[in-house]
């Protein structure tokens, strides 16, 4: 009975190991996105949308400040000149701010005018075809002959005869028999 014993002993380990690994495998398995996975994933999306982002940004002040050196020029050394120089670099500075002036003139028309437009489109999308606010309906007064003529006819009508257009029976007709017979089989 020892034997017997020892066997079920060994079973009932060997049941409970397997009963343990399938719960763990069960716990382990949450499927393929785990919170912890979600996180780490969100992570990476933000930390990659920030590089993206500061890219850009220094993109943007590259542009920004070879546009701003295109039109003003680099900068001189103003205390080694003598007044004659000076002079020259001023009346160079002054046409430059001349003609910025000008484009930014022009430049602030044709936004004013996009906007104007922009306006205008807004305007004939909202004013939808079809909705017409209701005209106030003005009062006719009729003559006397089309009164008249309104009476005469509603007169005439109310004196029609309606029995002239229907059919006269003579006694002699007589109506269908199997109306009768269907009465009667539906009485019996």
Same mark, same amino acid.
């Given at each position: 009975m020892g034997v017997m014993d020892d066997k079920e002993k060994r079973k009932a380990e060997v049941r409970a +190991?397997?009963? !343990?690994? @399938?719960?763990? +495998?069960?716990?382990?398995?949450?499927?393929? %996105?785990?919170? #912890?996975?979600?996180?780490?994933?969100? %992570?990476? &999306?933000?930390? %990659? @949308?920030? /590089? /993206?982002?500061?890219?850009?940004? /220094? !993109? =943007?002040? #590259?542009?920004?400040? =070879? &546009? &701003? /050196?295109?039109?003003?020029?680099?900068?001189?050394?103003v205390a080694a000149l003598n007044e004659a120089e000076l002079l020259q670099v001023t009346k160079e500075f002054k046409s430059k701010v001349d003609l910025l002036e000008a484009d930014k003139y022009d430049l602030e028309y044709e936004a004013a005018k996009r906007d104007y437009q922009v306006r205008e489109l807004r305007d004939k999308v909202s004013h939808r075809p079809g909705k017409f606010p209701k005209p106030t309906l003005k009062k006719v007064s009729k003559t006397a002959n089309q009164m008249e003529k309104i009476l005469m006819f509603t007169a005439k009508i109310s004196q029609q005869n309606y029995r002239t257009g229907l059919k006269v029976l003579s006694v002699s007709e007589k109506p269908d028999t199997k109306i009768e017979k269907k009465v009667e089989v539906e009485a019996n």
């Open positions: +190991k397997l009963e !343990q690994e @399938a719960a763990n +495998k069960q716990k382990k398995k949450g499927g393929f %996105m785990t919170p #912890a996975r979600k996180k780490k994933l969100r %992570m990476l &999306i933000r930390k %990659m @949308a920030q /590089e /993206e982002n500061k890219k850009l940004q /220094e !993109q =943007r002040a #590259a542009e920004r400040k =070879r &546009i &701003i /050196e295109e039109r003003a020029g680099q900068a001189k050394d």
